[in-house]
């Protein structure tokens, strides 16, 4: 079961709507009302009592509420003693947490720094999103749920708006850390490879808006929502299979950033195509100082630095200073 179906359906309970509960979720409406069907034919039961004008919970669903409660609490419980058994000499070793926003994960790591990251004993790997990487480092620096060792957290925005209230970094430098961008480029459109807007090399926001949008429940879905309207987008969701299956069936398009072409393996079933008018992403790390120089983490650095800095004629990206 998807965890994340649960917090979504405590929402809906709690709002008594499916709109409101996506806006708590940055998610569309739509994308909830999938998650909500798919929770309810996993279950085997109705949840959910839809009005012309109003939603309600059924009398299961109702039983469901402490219990749904119960199972997430229990799972980040789960969580904390995993973490907390598996390295148990976390700090005096030199290891640290490294919380990866998932756009990060999947375009901007080679594989040669995934298989870095996963080898290693000394980082412990997660995949959050940018709201969740910054309230990780502010608990660790409060002294409230810290995690076992030091985190550096991985993030990406979009045209820098890094001082988001979802997703921003002020609060985190005013508790002494640091952040230090690491590239900026630009996303591109992942287009079916036999549409006939594959065969355009650039495409218009017009070209853009006449398939439905696909995008990560991140940053990014704020972004694009305001862009080219909510209704553009009629799917935010964090599985890049699911979004890849869609747009290979020409029945959305989505985004990657551009130097996916390099650091993703070729896939016959779609393409990137530039935009128009595109916009920038900054990819960039932010941790304490003494942990952003810790031997653990200037190893992936080597590595990543080594990567990109053969790459930069390509033009997808720029390195930061």
């Known amino acids: 079961m998807n965890i994340e179906y649960l917090h979504y359906y405590l929402d809906v309970a709690k709002t008594k709507s499916i709109t409101r509960a996506a806006k708590l979720n940055f998610i569309s409406p739509q994308g909830m009302s999938r998650?909500?069907?798919e929770l309810e034919k996993e279950l085997g039961c109705k949840l959910l009592v839809r009005y012309s004008n109003k939603l309600d919970l059924s009398p299961v669903g109702e039983e469901l509420v402490p219990r749904a409660a119960a199972i997430i609490e229990n799972y980040s419980e789960l969580l904390e003693f995993a973490a907390s058994q598996s390295q148990p000499q976390h700090k005096d070793t030199g290891c640290i947490n490294l919380e990866c926003q998932n756009v990060a994960l999947l375009a901007f790591l080679t594989q040669d720094a995934k298989d870095y990251i996963f080898e290693s004993r000394k980082i412990r790997f997660h995949e959050s999103q940018n709201p969740q990487i910054r309230q990780v480092l502010l608990a660790g620096r409060a002294g409230e749920g810290a995690p076992s060792s030091p985190t550096i957290g991985l993030m990406c925005f979009f045209n820098q708006e890094r001082?988001?209230?979802?997703?921003?970094?002020?609060?985190?430098e005013e508790k002494g850390y640091q952040y230090r961008p690491y590239l900026k480029a630009y996303d591109k459109v992942m287009v079916c490879s036999s549409s006939p807007l594959a065969e355009k090399d650039v495409l218009s926001d017009e070209d853009i808006i006449s398939r439905p949008l696909v995008t990560t429940n991140t940053h990014l879905y704020g972004f694009l929502s305001r862009r080219f309207g909510r209704d553009a987008i009629s799917l935010s969701s964090s599985e890049f299979s699911l979004r890849k299956r869609l747009v290979e069936r020409d029945a959305a398009l989505?985004?990657?950033?551009?130097?996916a072409s390099l650091t993703m393996p070729e896939e016959?079933?779609?393409?990137?195509r530039k935009m128009e008018?595109?916009?920038?992403?900054?990819?960039?790390?932010v941790g304490m100082e003494a942990d952003l120089k810790s031997e653990c983490f200037m190893g992936l650095m080597d590595i990543l630095d080594e990567f990109y800095r053969a790459h930069l004629e390509s033009g997808l990206y720029v390195l930061c200073d």
Request: aromatic share 16%.
């Open 277 to 285: 008018r595109p916009y920038e992403v900054e990819i960039g790390f």
């Open 163 to 172: 001082s988001s209230e979802q997703g921003g970094i002020d609060d985190l």
């Open 254 to 259: 989505s985004f990657l950033p551009a130097f």
């Open 35 to 37: 998650a909500m069907n």
């Open 268 to 272: 016959p079933g779609f393409v990137l």
